[in-house]
């Protein structure tokens, strides 16, 4: 292959936005030349005998003969062939042409241009082939032209100034073909991204450099904004700073403030910029007077001035003035007038420093809905975007309905955050057109993770759901786990709109066995053993706008059972009495949960939401109630009661998004199981409130609230004398969570945003404030067991010894000896302990980050217990991951 180079160059400026690239000639390519080959003569002017074209591979000689004014029988002129070079030369078709005169038979000679084969780009790393494509114009199969070549490699360094790249540089060359083809590869050196090093301001007065720096979206690049995307020069965003500066004095009354000028230049080693802002700040204004005058019937002017905000004497703020505007146009929109004209009239008085202010609203007719327009949803069907909407064709138009609409399709989850309800003007002017143009986005989420432990050995969980199935709005749910504690299998779907009526109805059927554990000198240790089989159906409706109304009914079966071989005394039924729960080797609580039981329950859910957001929100509040009667048949009893609110709003009108949850909840006994005495709660154990991850930051699963801990003694020699020790590992003190009756947690998060390169990413940090307990359970009757114990009354003719087997498991017999006479070891001295059941709260802080990753969207906190009680269990970090498809 032959390999011609051709330059083409961005040279670096220290002008504002002046960025100049040069182009030299194309090696391979002869420039028109500057006189046709044209023999001088003074001889009279000859007539054109014939024209011929030779050197064509493409194109038929007539086509070339279109091009140009010469024609056969005319008088050959030196005039008409340079009018004849020029016009073939304009169509780009060829790269050389000549034109000569043998007493009348004309000859024209050209070289056409090649055929481009394939683009090819090499170099770029920072911007993707797909982004830069799209910006290259010439394509193969067609005819190769420098112009074409020269505006792709001015297109794509565009494209790297816009990514802050100033110092990028793309070189073509030409890969030679065979018959008169070319490859052409566009070389880029990408160069590093020029950063803003320094922003100055000159001119300002009343406020400093860095209150000014703080109002502008460009910042200076410092090491700890190494996730902000506003470090790095761009000349729009510099104008767009301009802009920020005159709304920021404008707010502060500051009517007469502009830039004199902004002025970007390179650093000498033109890598970084320092940018210059020239202002002149002027007087501050204060408010005169203001008032609204309306032509519209259904507006009392003296009654909406009594309603504006700014008042005669306050400072001018120009953001209130345009808060204002809006706020009478969506008052004019609740009456139905859609295109009202609000007009603000300034009157600047420069000698008293006052800026009086009259809103004229213009009249204009009512307007009604002519037509509901649904585009770009390809799966979702129309109905399930048409049934949001609070408007139907023929209504009288209302802009709070119109902005309600956009916040329920939002809430569906199923389209662009982004998303509006337009508004045009329909075909008479008492119409209107609404359209609500979608963009779909994944709704299906996907969550599969594997592993391999020492303790549950191999560990699978995955669960799938689809929020719009079918592209019905149906939701379909399925989640199936295992391990060799744990296995979980369950499948639920959710009907919206039931006969496409505001009836929502939804079902789901379960099957969980569970192991629960604790843990002892580091091994895990089954303690009870649950499989529940069961289902629910609930059934919802909506009182109005905000209001939502749900029943339900479950029926779960709970079978509770404990290793026999290590909580029951004479497990193999070899002793004088049947095979029973020991509480000294389960505790009683356990025994008292074994047994098999019948749930079956009804309840009901009573919620506010106004959200603007279900899934993400941003302003707006709920509050919810929610109370269970478990009675309704089965042989359990009790009524639970929860309650929750929520609030959302933005911090001082910034994109900080403050969040604040408070919930709490009750569950009271409907039966007597037995007396305090005997340690038994009325409360199942498996029915109680339990509080820690995920609900609970900083804490481990169920690692707050009330928990029986069995601490083990070893012997020691101390001073000549054996004594028994507690031990204070951790890890070797088995440790029973057991729930409570009552529970509160409260939330406060804020969620930071970030410039638009992390945006991109798809994260979203946020540092936040957790505060809880859970409380209120009748206190177990602890054990004390020594080495030897005295007769029992499941044992009353002989006592019991505790030794420690050849696994390692702890053990009773009748006799102190083994089988072969050898003696027993004896097991540690235990003591039970009864920790955590108290209402004083647990505090936790800490951070998260949510990251749309591309595996999926994956959650992780770090937190730390500020607040605990003796026998809390704390954890630092936690994370989950999943994927949407």
């Not at 001015?154 to 790249?165: N, T, V």
């Not at 008169?180 to 950063?195: A, M, Y």
Request: proline share 4%; charged share 25%.
């Amino acid at each position: 292959m032959k390999l011609k180079t051709f330059g083409i160059y961005l040279m670096g400026s220290t002008a504002l936005t002046a960025v100049v690239a040069s182009a030299p000639a194309f090696a391979q390519v002869t420039p028109p030349p500057v006189a046709p080959t044209v023999p001088a003569s003074t001889a009279p002017a000859e007539q054109i005998q014939s024209i011929t074209v030779v050197g064509t591979q493409r194109l038929e000689p007539d086509t070339v003969r279109s091009y140009i004014r010469l024609r056969t029988g005319q008088a050959w002129t030196q005039a008409g062939a340079d009018q004849a070079l020029k016009d073939l030369f304009a169509t780009e078709l060829f790269a050389d042409v000549a034109i000569r005169n043998n007493n009348g038979a004309v000859v024209i000679e050209v070289r056409e241009n090649p055929v481009v084969n394939r683009i090819i780009l090499e170099g770029n790393k920072r911007i993707k082939n797909d982004k830069i494509e799209p910006e290259i114009k010439l394509a193969p199969r067609q005819i190769y032209s420098r112009s074409k070549v020269r505006a792709d490699v001015a297109r794509i360094i565009e494209l790297y100034k816009r990514q802050g790249r100033f110092a990028a540089t793309v070189e073509p060359k030409l890969v030679q073909l065979d018959q008169n083809r070319v490859d052409i590869v566009f070389e880029i050196t990408e160069g590093p991204k020029s950063k803003v090093q320094q922003i100055n301001i000159i001119g300002n007065e009343k406020f400093s450099d860095g209150r000014l720096r703080g109002e502008m979206v460009t910042k200076q690049s410092r090491f700890y904004r190494f996730f902000s995307s506003g470090t790095s020069y761009d000349p729009d965003r510099l104008a767009f700073d301009q802009q920020k500066l005159r709304q920021f004095y404008l707010t502060q009354g500051y009517a007469d403030f502009r830039v004199v000028s902004a002025v970007a230049e390179l650093t000498p080693d033109k890598q970084d910029f320092i940018i210059t802002y020239v202002v002149e700040e002027g007087e501050r204004y204060k408010f005169g007077d203001v008032k609204v005058e309306s032509q519209i019937r259904d507006f009392d002017s003296e009654r909406m001035t009594s309603t504006l905000r700014m008042k005669k004497g306050d400072w001018y703020d120009a953001k209130m003035v345009e808060d204002t505007v809006e706020g009478l146009s969506e008052t004019a929109g609740l009456f139905g007038y859609a295109f009202a004209d609000v007009s603000p009239d300034f009157n600047r008085d420069k000698e008293s420093l006052t800026m009086s202010i009259t809103f004229n609203v213009a009249e204009t007719p009512r307007v009604f809905v002519e037509r509901i327009d649904i585009n770009g949803n390809t799966l979702t069907q129309d109905k399930v975007v048409r049934r949001e909407f609070r408007l139907n064709e023929g209504d009288a138009f209302n802009s709070i309905q119109v902005k309600r609409t956009a916040e329920r399709i939002k809430s569906l989850g199923y389209f662009q955050e982004d998303l509006e309800v337009e508004q045009a003007q329909g075909s008479a002017p008492d119409r209107i057109i609404l359209t609500t143009n979608v963009e779909e986005k994944a709704t299906g989420e996907l969550s599969l993770s594997a592993g391999f432990s020492s303790i549950e050995n191999f560990i699978f969980q995955g669960s799938i759901r689809q929020r719009n199935f079918r592209g019905l709005g149906q939701e379909l749910r399925t989640n199936i786990s295992y391990s060799s504690y744990s296995k979980s299998a369950e499948i639920g779907f959710t009907e919206p709109y039931l006969f496409d009526r505001s009836i929502a109805i939804s079902g789901d059927i379960f099957r969980r066995d569970l192991n629960s554990f604790n843990f002892f000198n580091n091994e895990r240790n089954t303690t009870y053993e649950q499989a529940t089989t069961g289902g629910q159906i609930r059934v919802g409706v909506p009182i109005n706008e905000f209001l939502y109304f749900q029943g339900r009914y479950g029926l779960s079966q709970d079978d509770i059972s404990l290793d026999r071989n290590s909580f029951f005394t004479d497990p193999d039924g070899t002793g004088p009495l049947p095979a029973v729960c020991d509480p000294i080797l389960a505790g009683r609580f356990l025994c008292d949960a074994i047994g098999s039981r019948l749930t079956s329950s009804i309840g009901y859910t009573l919620l506010y939401d106004d959200r603007d957001n279900r899934i993400r929100p941003t302003r707006g509040q709920s509050f919810g109630i929610s109370q269970d009667f478990a009675g309704l048949g089965g042989s359990v009893k009790y009524i639970k009661t929860r309650l929750n609110a929520d609030k959302y709003w933005r911090i001082g009108g910034s994109n900080f998004i403050l969040g604040l949850s408070l919930e709490g909840g009750y569950i009271h006994p409907l039966e007597n199981r037995g007396s305090a005495a005997d340690g038994i709660d009325d409360v199942r154990l498996t029915d109680r409130f339990y509080l820690g991850e995920p609900q609970m930051r900083g804490f481990d699963i169920r690692g707050v609230g009330p928990r029986v801990q069995r601490v083990f003694f070893e012997g020691q020699i101390q001073n000549g004398a054996p004594v028994n020790v507690a031990i204070t590992d951790r890890n070797r003190i088995q440790d029973d969570a057991i729930g409570g009756r009552f529970y509160y947690l409260g939330r406060a998060e804020v969620q930071i945003p970030l410039g638009s390169g992390a945006k991109e990413l798809g994260l979203r940090p946020s540092v936040f404030v957790d505060v809880g307990s859970v409380f209120d359970v009748t206190q177990p009757v602890l054990q004390t067991v020594q080495q030897r114990s005295a007769a029992t009354a499941t044992t009353p003719s002989a006592p019991l010894y505790y030794f420690v087997d050849s696994a390692g498991a702890l053990q009773t017999s009748t006799t102190a000896t083994n089988a072969d006479g050898s003696a027993r070891t004896p097991a540690l001295q235990f003591e039970e302990r009864f920790f955590g059941d108290t209402w004083k709260p647990r505090l936790s802080v800490g951070f998260g980050v949510n990251w749309n990753s591309p595996f999926g969207p994956f959650r992780i906190d770090i937190a730390r217990a500020l607040l605990k009680e003796p026998g809390d269990d704390t954890k630092l970090f936690t994370f989950n991951v999943g994927t949407q498809f």
